[in-house]
C-alpha cells in the first residue's frame, strides 16, 4: 500500500518539477545509484529508510525548537548550527548569508544528500579545527562536531577580565570540545589528564554512543537516528540506552544499569555543585541565572586570569550535560583545580589536585 502511494507521489512530483521546470528536480547522479536503478531501494515498503524516519521524529533536531530566533543577519551564525539551510551553506562556503527567506531544522537532506549521491553517506567526515585550534578527528563524529563545539575559544577570552554581556563563554555545544579534551582553562601547576578513553575506544565516538543500536528498543525512542541516550517519560521510566552494549563492549562496563558507573556522575555533580558556590561567593557567577554575573547595562570585573579559567570551566562542563561520561578524567580534573584554586583565594594553601573522594575504576 505505502509503496504504490509513494509511487504515486513520487510521479506526481516528477510531474509537477517538469511543468514548473523547478529547481527540486530529483537529480541522481552517481553511477552506483544508477545502477540501483530503482528509488525503492531508499523508498517503500522494505526501504532502508523507515527505521531512520520513526527514531528521526524522536530527536530533538527534528523538533525545531531553537530555529525561530537563529535566522539573523548582520555577522550573527546561528543559523550555521541551527538549521538546515544555514548549516549547508556553511559546508559549501565557509560562511553564511542568513537571514534566509525561510529556516527548517535540521533533517536528513542536512546531514546525507542521497538525491545527489545515489547513497546515504555523510556530507563530510573531514577532521575539525576547535575554535583552540585543536583537530577533533573521530570518523562520523566529526560531523557532529561541526556543530557541537565551543563557539569561543578559552585562550582569546580568558585574556580580557572586563565582561559587558552575560553571553560570556562556550555557548551550549560543547561536546566536541570536552570529548576531545580541549579548549578548557589549565591552571599553572596543576595535572590534567587529557586520555580520552571514550573517544578513542569507541568507534565514530558521538555516533557510536548516541545512535547505538536503536533495533534493541520499541518505539524508537532512543539510540539511532534519536541521538537520545536516555529518554525520559512518564509513562514508560526513563529510557537508557545500555542494552545497545556499547558501554558493556569488550568488558569495560559490564552489568552497567546506568550511567553513574562506580558513581562518577555522582561526584561529578557534587564537584559542580561546590564549584558553583565558589564563583557566586567570588561574585563571578550568578546565582539565579547561572551566568557570568555582569550587572544589566554594566560591567564585571573579573580578579584574575585564574578565576576567569575556573568561571569558563565551570560553564563548558556544566553545559556539556554528560556529567562525567564525556571524558570523566579531564572533567574532574577541570572541577579540582579550580575548586582549589577558588579556596585558596578565600584562604586555603594553593595545592595539588585533591585526592578523589572515594576510587573511580580506571577505565
Ligand atoms: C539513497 C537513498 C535514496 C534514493 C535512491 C532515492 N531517495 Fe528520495 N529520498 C531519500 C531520503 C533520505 C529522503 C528524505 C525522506 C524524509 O524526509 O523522511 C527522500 C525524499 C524524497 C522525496 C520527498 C521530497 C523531498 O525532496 O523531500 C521524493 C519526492 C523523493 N525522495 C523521490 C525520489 C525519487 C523519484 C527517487 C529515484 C529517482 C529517489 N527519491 C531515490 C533517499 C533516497
Ligand atoms: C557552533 C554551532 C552553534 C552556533 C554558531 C550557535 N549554536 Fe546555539 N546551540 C548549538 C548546539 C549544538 C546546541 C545544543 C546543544 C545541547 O543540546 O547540548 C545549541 C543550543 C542553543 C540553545 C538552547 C539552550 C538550551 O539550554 O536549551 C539556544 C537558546 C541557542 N543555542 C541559541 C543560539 C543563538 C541565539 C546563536 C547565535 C547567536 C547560536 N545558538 C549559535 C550550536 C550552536
Ligand atoms: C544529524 C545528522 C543526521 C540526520 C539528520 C540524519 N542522519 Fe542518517 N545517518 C547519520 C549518521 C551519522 C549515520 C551513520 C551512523 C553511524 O555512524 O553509526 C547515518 C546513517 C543513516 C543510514 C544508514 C546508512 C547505511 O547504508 O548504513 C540511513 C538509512 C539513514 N542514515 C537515513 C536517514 C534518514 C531517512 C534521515 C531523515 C529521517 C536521516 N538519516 C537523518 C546522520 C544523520
Ligand atoms: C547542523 C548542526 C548539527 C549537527 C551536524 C548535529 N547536531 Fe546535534 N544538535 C544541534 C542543535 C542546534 C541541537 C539543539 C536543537 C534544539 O534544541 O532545537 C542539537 C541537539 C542534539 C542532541 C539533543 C540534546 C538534548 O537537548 O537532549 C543530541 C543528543 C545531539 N544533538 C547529538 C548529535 C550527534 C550525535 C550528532 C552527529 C551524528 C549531531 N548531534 C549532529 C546541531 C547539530
Ligand atoms: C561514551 C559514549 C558517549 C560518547 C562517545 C558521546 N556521548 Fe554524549 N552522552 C553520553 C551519555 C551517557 C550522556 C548522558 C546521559 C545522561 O546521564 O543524561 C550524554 C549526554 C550528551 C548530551 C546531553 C543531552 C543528552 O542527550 O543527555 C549531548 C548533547 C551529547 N551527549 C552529545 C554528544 C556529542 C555531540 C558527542 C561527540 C562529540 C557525544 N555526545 C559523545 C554518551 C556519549
Known sequence: ????????????????????????????????????????????????????????????????????????????????????????????????????????????????????????????????????????????????????????????????????????????????????????????????????????????ACAGCHMGASQAHDGYKIGGHSFNMLYVSEETGDISNLASGVCGQAGCHPGATNYDIDSAQTHVHEWIEELHTLLVDAGVLNASTGLPNVPRGGTLLIPDRNVAGALWNYLQVEGDRSFGVHNFAYIRDLLQSSIDYLESLQGSPVGKPRALTAPIASH
Not at 545509484?33 to 530527536?59: I, M, P, R, V, Y
Request: aromatic share 6%; proline share 2%; charged share 20%.
Open 1 to 204: 500500500m505505502r509503496s504504490k502511494f509513494l509511487l504515486g507521489a513520487i510521479v506526481l512530483t516528477t510531474a509537477l518539477i517538469m511543468i514548473a521546470g523547478c529547481e527540486r528536480k530529483v537529480v541522481v547522479e552517481s553511477k552506483e545509484s544508477a545502477e540501483l536503478g530503482s528509488c525503492f531501494t531508499c523508498h517503500g515498503d522494505e526501504g532502508l529508510l523507515l527505521q531512520a524516519q520513526g527514531e528521526w521524529k524522536n530527536s530533538i533536531h527534528a523538533s525545531g525548537n531553537n530555529i525561530d530566533y537563529t535566522n539573523r543577519g548582520g555577522g550573527s551564525d546561528c543559523t550555521k548550527c541551527h538549521d538546515h539551510q544555514g548549516f549547508l551553506e556553511y559546508l559549501a562556503t565557509g560562511s553564511v548569508s542568513a537571514p534566509y527567506s525561510s529556516v527548517s531544522a535540521i533533517h536528513c537532506f542536512t546531514c546525507h544528500a542521497p538525491h545527489e549521491r545515489g547513497n546515504l553517506t555523510l556530507r563530510t567526515v573531514a577532521p575539525v579545527a576547535l575554535k583552540n585550534g585543536d583537530i577533533f578527528d573521530h570518523g562520523n563524529a566529526n560531523f557532529c562536531v561541526n556543530c557541537h563545539q565551543a563557539r569561543q575559544s578559552v585562550e582569546q577570552i580568558v585574556d580580557s577580565l572586563v565582561l559587558t554581556t552575560n553571553r560570556w563563554g562556550p555557548h551550549h555545544s560543547q561536546q566536541g570540545d570536552m570529548l576531545n579534551g580541549s579548549n578548557c582553562f589549565e591552571i599553572d601547576g596543576y595535572d590534567y589528564d587529557k586520555t580520552s578513553h571514550h573517544a578513542n575506544l569507541i568507534d565514530d
